[in-house]
């Protein structure tokens, strides 16, 4: 399953993959299905919940709580990775920022996450993006088993564009 909060970028990535590939997707998301762009109603169709905060911390630390890792690409100082980082680790769920892939992998490892490291592999990590290219990763344990996405995506025309 797909675990995402329902943003611009990788996060819907995520979900628009997820669902490509049948896998199961959703998530919280602020009420009235809140992006950094406006209210995006078809975020529900994901299987995402409304969460009945407006807010943003509110949705991130349910995301946290229903994720068994999580794996940040982007500038880990802007307000939502720092709040993502300080929820981890008050809930004491793992956490990667930014990693190269052998760093990846051996995290996957030692946190005994064995679809992300398969799904890094297949995405082909190591590659290097076109300019405009972003690429993000979701992880979530449902039903005794690990499942993991990895999304390639950019913005094109002010709409999210998934490439893989």
Not at 47 to 55: D, T, V, Y
Not at 106 to 117: D, F
Request: contains cysteine.
């Amino acid at each position: 399953m797909i675990v995402s909060g329902g943003q611009t970028g990788a996060d819907r990535g995520g979900l628009e993959a997820g669902r490509n590939l049948g896998l199961d997707t959703g998530g919280f998301v602020p009420k009235g299905c809140r992006t950094e762009i406006g209210s995006d109603l078809t975020l529900l169709a994901f299987g995402c919940e409304e969460h009945p905060s407006r807010e943003y911390p509110p949705r991130t630390e349910m995301n946290v709580l229903h994720s068994d890792g999580t794996v940040i690409f982007g500038d880990v100082n802007s307000t939502g990775s720092r709040l993502t980082i300080r929820l981890c680790v008050v809930h004491q769920k793992p956490y990667l920022t930014n990693p190269p892939a052998d760093v990846l992998r051996q995290w996957c490892e030692t946190q005994r996450i064995g679809v992300l490291n398969v799904a890094a592999e297949k995405a082909g990590w190591v590659t290097p993006l076109p300019a405009g290219r972003a690429r993000g990763v979701a992880v979530h344990q449902s039903f005794g088993s690990m499942v993991a996405e990895v999304a390639e995506v950019s913005i094109e025309g002010g709409k999210v564009k998934v490439h893989r």
